[in-house]
Nanobody, 124 residues
Framework: QVQLVESGGGLVQAGGSLRLSCVAS????????MGWFRQAPGKEREFVAA????????VYADSVKGRFTISRDNAKNTLFLQMIDLKPEDTAVYYC?????????????????WGQGTQVTVSS
């Protein structure tokens, strides 16, 4: 079993920055790939970014490419999402997810464990 706890969300003005963190426990962190997803009110959950077990391979949704950076610190069992130049359309609950595989994935159905989410609100 894997437990994931996100933090770092909040209210920020358009153009601002936030750094989300996700602390994992329960298994060896480097055993799994990780991802960030988000869900805005009334919308489907969507993929944001993913990273493989080592951090050497990443993939991003087109809507965040160049603004968001996913990274991980396996020694600290922590996943990060650095977000800059935030836009009102980035407003959503952000979830981290773990996949029992070394390879990253963009489909939420490929992930095995989910955190409870952290709210990000970007005002215009």
């Amino acid at each position: 079993q894997v437990q994931l706890v996100e933090s770092g969300g909040g209210l920020v003005q358009a153009g601002g920055s936030l750094r989300l963190s996700c602390v994992a426990s329960g298994r060896t962190f480097s055993d799994y790939a990780m991802g960030w997803f988000r869900q805005a009110p009334g919308k489907e959950r969507e993929f944001v970014a993913a990273i493989n077990w080592s951090g050497g391979r990443t993939v991003y949704a087109d809507s965040v490419k160049g603004r968001f950076t996913i990274s991980r610190d396996n020694a600290k069992n922590t996943l990060f999402l650095q977000m800059i130049d935030l836009k009102p359309e980035d407003t959503a609950v952000y979830y981290c997810a773990a996949r029992i595989s070394y390879s990253r994935a963009t489909n939420g159905n490929d992930y095995d464990y989910w955190g409870q989410g952290t709210q990000v609100t970007v005002s215009s």
